[in-house]
């Protein structure tokens, strides 16, 4: 739920959101749980804790992600840590509402639906590259913490005047998450190529040159033989071009849904 919806995963994922404690994690989420009055003052904070997690995964990814990690970054006993959470599974929760806090204003608020839409692209986009483990995670059935219903309902708010019906606004929220996740899955695995690899881009497609030259010679191919020689450049950014067509199309229904709204 990186906008507040849909929750959409990547394949291979590797951890499910919601598989802990619910009941806990909520407690955790939204501060409801029950606190001692007595006792020592606690050495961690459960913000630290969570931040840390996040911090791990950043330069590690999930695999690198245990609480026995997370306790040797915080330079503490891994029993510590359960003083504050059950276990990694609720963990994972408060980490990935921890990093969809809204990071700022969608556009001006007079800039209506479509300027809102294309910053919370942008910015989903800007999340998934700052924490590719997203993508390892399965979204489905997120926990509903401050920050997913923070975002959910900064969209709504400004997409409302598009006059879809309630449905039809959830799914948009979805359409344009699930095309964000699309494009970051994409760029995050180029990224992990060139690492594991040693080839840049440039490179690895140098390589094949020579072959597809001869190929493109040979006629069976006309149609791509015949496309410019910038037409798999790097500098066409193919995540705006459909990101705008996609609010083309939105356009086109919000349009048709004023003509046949009685007067």
Request: aromatic residues 6%.
């Amino acid at each position: 739920m990186t906008s507040g919806a849909s929750g959409t995963s990547g394949a291979g994922s590797t951890e499910t959101s919601g598989s802990g404690d619910i009941t806990r994690t909520l407690e955790l989420l939204w501060d409801t749980g029950r606190r001692p009055s007595r006792g020592p003052k606690p050495t961690l904070t459960l913000d630290r804790i969570v931040e840390a997690a996040v911090q791990l995964a950043d330069a590690e990814g999930l695999g690198g992600l245990s609480m026995r990690r997370v306790a040797a970054e915080l330079g503490t006993g891994t029993m510590s840590l359960y003083r504050y959470i059950p276990g990694k599974n609720e963990l994972l929760d408060l980490m990935l509402d921890r990093v969809q806090r809204p990071t700022g204003e969608l556009a001006g608020p007079d800039d209506g639906w479509r300027a809102a839409l294309e910053a919370v692209a942008h910015e989903n986009l800007a999340r998934y590259r700052r924490h590719p483990w997203l993508l390892q995670v399965n979204q489905s059935r997120p926990i509903l913490g401050p920050s997913a219903l923070d975002g959910m309902e900064r969209i709504l708010t400004r997409i409302r005047p598009m006059g879809l019906t309630d449905p039809e606004l959830v799914s948009v929220i979805i359409m344009i998450d699930g095309y964000v996740v699309g494009a970051a899955r994409t760029q995050v695995h180029e990224q992990e190529a060139e690492r594991r690899t040693g080839l840049t881009d440039t490179e690895f497609w140098q390589a094949q040159v020579p072959v597809l030259e001869q190929v493109m010679a040979s006629g069976r191919y006309p149609v791509m033989a015949s496309l410019s020689e910038d037409a798999f450049g790097t500098d066409f950014d193919h995540f705006e071009f459909g990101l705008q067509r996609m609010l083309d199309g939105l356009d086109v229904v919000v349009a048709r849904r004023g003509e046949s709204a009685p007067s």
